[in-house]
């Protein structure tokens, strides 16, 4: 069986996430978005410490999907460099690993 994956994905705000979210739910790369509005990400870019508002996005998927992921939210996302980070599921409810395994897995 696929082992499944958490990611994490920020962007500038809840409907941005929202819309890259439906895309990916219905090319089948994810199970599932959640959506956390008010996040403030401080962080360095252009050799400038910034503090921006963001929304984070939290993906369910297979590892077997991402690559696919990872490249489909490169096309989608407003970000020059899209934080999309994954990490492995240690344990979880069967049943609900089981539907994210059979929503992306087809």
Known sequence: MSEVVVGFM???????????????????????????????????????????AEALGILKTTAARVDAVGRRVRDLHPYDLPEILFLPVAAGSEAYLDWVRGEVDR
């Open 10 to 52: 920020t962007g500038p705000d809840r409907e941005q996430l929202v819309r890259i979210g439906r895309a990916l739910v219905a090319e089948r790369l994810i199970a599932c978005l959640n959506v956390v509005e008010g996040v403030t990400s401080v962080y360095r870019w252009d050799d400038e410490l910034r503090e921006d």
